[in-house]
């Protein structure tokens, strides 16, 4: 038999595999747009006419008017959430407006509660009555007037840059319980915090991100105002750990202002009732005296101008009193 002979089989290119990209590389503009755009070059390609630039506008226009139909399709509400809502709407208003007439009726009648009680002392027992008219500022239970401080704290912005995004911009409950206490103990008559006269019943505490005082709940920024002496309070208040306390709130982006008023007006929070509560361990002689001592620095006075007495300092607030534990 012959040898075979061996087909000579032809040299394949070195780039033969990158056929596609290379044609790509040399020809990058499509054949018909190339061929168009020689024409055009040449002078040969058929002029626009205004009519196709017409239609070409008439249809764009409706891509547009489609497009947007179509967004404002799926972004309406259906009818029953529409009606679900006014509903809801309606319901919160009148909430609001009963909540509103109740509240202004309550506080009427807790004034002619007041008004009798106190016409009963001052006739039966003028000595009972002038010891109510004392104790009545550092109860809280009536406006009162007078010179002091303002103190207004106010939520870190993290979108600035000077605050961190980790909730501990935020004014919390245990900062304002140290400043109320702190101004307690400078010598305040009577605080308020947002409006809401404070008590020796009164508690400071949080639910979630707001703070409530009581039952109410209170937004930054919040504005603390305390009757007495302004000068001798910020002064002490610098010298206690609660003026420390507000000097570092400012590494988390806290703005603390602070201000002296020399003339403030505190709501009353109307007739107390306490539950249940007596003195236990101590005699009656010595609670007496205990409550008529008071430290404050002026006199807190009625919106008649009539001397009441000075308050006695009290605690409001639960949880952490001191300004040296940690946020």
């Known amino acids: 038999?012959?040898?075979?002979?061996?087909?000579?089989?032809?040299?394949?290119?070195?780039?033969?595999?990158?056929?596609?990209?290379?044609?790509?590389?040399?020809?990058?503009?499509?054949?018909?747009?190339?061929?168009?755009?020689?024409?055009?070059?040449?002078?040969?390609?058929?002029?626009?006419?205004?009519?196709?630039?017409?239609?070409?506008?008439?249809?764009?226009?409706?891509?547009?008017?489609?497009?947007?139909?179509?967004?404002?399709?799926?972004?309406?509400?259906?009818?029953?959430?529409?009606?679900?809502?006014?509903?809801?709407?309606?319901?919160?208003?009148?909430?609001t407006a009963r909540a509103d007439e109740l509240r202004h009726a309550n506080a009427?009648?807790?004034?002619?509660?007041?008004?009798?009680?106190?016409?009963a002392a001052s006739t039966d027992d003028p000595e009972l009555f002038a010891q109510l008219q004392r104790d009545a500022v550092a109860a809280g239970v009536v406006p009162v007037t007078g010179p002091g401080l303002r103190l207004v704290l106010t939520d870190g912005d993290p979108s600035d840059g000077t605050a961190p995004d980790d909730g501990s911009e935020l004014v919390q409950d245990a900062d304002l319980q140290v400043l109320v206490?702190?101004?307690?103990?400078?010598?305040?008559?009577?605080?308020?915090?947002?409006?809401?006269?404070?008590t020796s019943t009164t508690a400071i505490r949080s639910a979630g991100d707001a703070v409530l005082v009581d039952s109410t709940a209170l937004s930054s920024p919040y504005t603390v105002e305390a009757i007495g002496d302004a000068a001798t309070m910020q002064t002490r208040l610098a010298r206690m750990s609660a003026g420390q306390h507000l000097a570092s709130l400012a590494q988390y982006g806290i703005e603390v202002r602070v201000s002296a008023q020399r003339e403030l007006q505190l709501a009353g929070r109307g007739q107390l009732t306490l539950r249940s509560a007596q003195v236990l361990g101590a005699p009656a002689a010595d609670v007496e005296s205990a409550a008529g001592s008071g430290d404050a620095s002026s006199a807190a006075t009625a919106p008649d101008g009539q001397v009441l007495g000075t308050a006695t300092?009290?605690?409001?607030?639960?949880?952490?009193?001191?300004?040296?534990?940690?946020?």
């Open 181 to 198: 206490n702190g101004l307690w103990a400078a010598g305040a008559e009577a605080v308020t915090v947002n409006g809401e006269r404070l």
């Open 1 to 95: 038999m012959n040898p075979r002979h061996a087909v000579p089989v032809p040299a394949r290119a070195a780039d033969e595999s990158m056929t596609l990209i290379n044609e790509v590389y040399r020809q990058p503009l499509e054949p018909g747009y190339r061929e168009v755009a020689e024409r055009r070059a040449a002078g040969t390609a058929p002029p626009r006419t205004i009519r196709g630039g017409a239609a070409l506008l008439v249809l764009a226009l409706l891509l547009g008017a489609f497009a947007t139909t179509s967004a404002v399709a799926l972004r309406r509400p259906v009818p029953a959430a529409l009606e679900a809502r006014a509903l809801l709407e309606a319901e919160i208003r009148e909430g």
């Open 108 to 119: 009427a009648m807790s004034a002619q509660i007041a008004q009798l009680q106190g016409d």
């Open 313 to 327: 300092p009290d605690v409001a607030g639960s949880g952490r009193h001191d300004g040296e534990e940690s946020r």
